[in-house]
């Protein structure tokens, strides 16, 4: 389920918080506050956090808690960090986006289909209309 990409995301893979975060998912899950009034958001395979900055996400806790990241690279296979001005600060195999939203490769067909229409063909008279309608065609695509 594609997730929307805000200003600053730390994008993480949900197999690795599963397997190697401190308290696993519901942990991960309080640590990062998945609220429904958050900006915070969650599919099937992956978690997006969101802040204003990059350099607001502490990546030291969260190797703290068991998730990997290469100091020496400056990379982790296990998350990513998305600027919406600066895009991806490292690739990750698992991650494909087209600057509206982020989805893991093994996703559903359809919904990386409907990711990539909203993203890519939408005009925004189009997402004033629906808006308009109470639909947000940025919501985590499910």
């Not at 998912?25 to 958001?41: G, H, I, T, V, W």
């Not at 607001?56 to 190797?63: G, H, M, N, P």
């Amino acid at each position: 389920m594609p997730v929307y990409l805000h200003t600053a995301n730390l994008i993480v893979h949900k197999r690795a918080v599963e397997d190697r975060y401190s308290g696993g998912l519901e942990q991960f899950r309080k640590d990062f506050d998945l609220s429904a009034d958050s900006y915070n958001q969650e599919d099937n395979l992956l978690f997006c956090i969101c802040r204003m900055n990059l350099d607001e996400f502490d990546i030291q806790a969260l190797v703290s808690n068991g998730l990997h990241y290469g100091y020496l690279s400056g990379s982790s296979e296990d998350f990513t960090l998305y600027g919406r001005l600066s895009g991806f600060t490292w690739q990750v195999a698992w991650l494909e986006d087209n600057t509206v939203f982020a989805w893991h490769k093994d996703d559903r067909p359809e919904l990386i289909k409907r990711a990539k229409y909203i993203g890519e063909e939408m005009t925004m008279d189009m997402v004033v209309k629906l808006q308009e309608e109470g639909v947000n065609p940025f919501d985590v695509i499910r």
